[in-house]
């Protein structure tokens, strides 16, 4: 097939799934394969954040929780109508430490993010990005699959082409336009689907461009080709498991455990799918007021609370295996002595003066004009694969190697010191660099459309299509 039929079926996939789109689920019936469209009978209870569960909830809202709840909305809904005065901004901490109430967040994430201050001075932006996309964007494709994976246990997301599910393809497709340096990235569909539970479409968008190209959060690092941010606070986590936690730190270096392995959905979004959402949430409210200092508070307090449990795991698949999918299921604390915890490792970091690990360089700043088009290359628009690894994915990769590497010494030289008290034959075989080379040459790092490894953002521990 030459260069011109390739083009034109490109095009033709891409009008085809926008259309199915626009046409929404209502006029999609008996065009949605089963697969698709998981079965509702399985399920029978739905929780206060719009989440089915298959089996009982085990908890209720004690009535006089729900009296603190009401009491705590009312002074709220006082404070939204003074926001800009010196007693909300004395008292702003303090309230949103002990939580927003869930009917008030699509108001009150939006002024944290001062959202409606973005979307004012770029009238028609986002409808601009939108009819771009339709005619250009080359990451319709993936996007179209991670709409269909993304909280399928969510009752906003989980009909096909349901309402929430188009206004998510359109936030996502759009901002592949906006932010052509990024495009589309697997784990933003994380990101602006939360949003989307709490906004509606435009302010979505908005909210995503700023959770990026704002430095307070500075998320476009994370995102951008090579993942410069990532490697810097994996770095910045490494010297706090060190410095606070280095019997947790050796344990980890004995099974080569890098945090790469553990921590990514921590980073990328926010402990969305890591920790339970409720959680989740209070995290993501702490994160809007104070920034990116709460992720790597939140990161020392749950290796901090959970640090007895995981020194008696022996193995490697079972200490991931419990971070990430025991603790999404059940954090073992309440949400508020979690909470507590956290602002009490944001002072000692502080303290210690690791708190922060420093503002972003460069590299991780949106580098061309943000909403400027920028058309694709005909590699792009054919979705043809780059043949070798770019420069940057070349020193992404090297720096996960290197990780792995300096950890693999650092026990090398542990085992040594301690030579004389521990005998070989009770030794933990040393993970080498060769391990190290064996799970990257698994997963190579796709170039086409800058989405990370499945081993940076997918949970192959979670199947989300429906039960056979």
Known sequence: MNEEALLARASEERERIFQRYERGRENL??????????????YHKTDRYGFIHDERLLHKTAPQKVNVEVEREKKWVKMLGSWDTPATKEKLHRRIYKGIPNSLRIKIWCKLLNVNSMKSTNVGKYQEMLRLAKQWSTDVRQIDSDVNRQFREHQFYRERYSEKQCSLFNVLCAYSMYNSEVGYCQGMSGLAGVLLMYMDEEDAFWALAILLSDKKYAMHGLYVEGFPKLTRFLEHHDKI?????????????????DAILYSLKWFFVCFVERVPFSLCLRVWDIYLLDGERVITAMAYTILKLHKKAIMKLNDMDLIVNYIQVKLHKDFGYEDDIVIHHLERSMDELKRAKIDYPGPPPPSELPQRQLG????PDKKAKIG???????????????????????AALELQELR???????????????????????????????????????????????????KQ
């Open 372 to 375: 400027t088009f920028v058309e």
């Open 241 to 257: 498991l060190t410095k606070f936690m280095p019997k947790l730190k050796q344990h980890f270096d004995k099974f080569g455990l």
């Open 29 to 42: 019936v008996g065009q949605i394969d089963p697969w698709e469209d998981p079965e509702f009978e399985d």
């Open 416 to 466: 040594v010191s301690q030579s004389d008290t521990v005998s070989d034959e009770n030794a933990v075989p040393l993970h080498t660099s060769q391990a190290s080379m064996n799970i990257l040459n698994d997963i190579p790092f796709p170039s086409y459309n800058k989405t990370p490894p499945n081993y940076l953002i997918k949970d192959n521990t979670k199947n989300r299509r429906r």
């Open 384 to 406: 043809q694969r780059a043949e070798n690894f770019s420069e940057t994915e070349k020193q992404a990769r090297a720096t996960v190697i290197l990780r792995r590497e300096k």
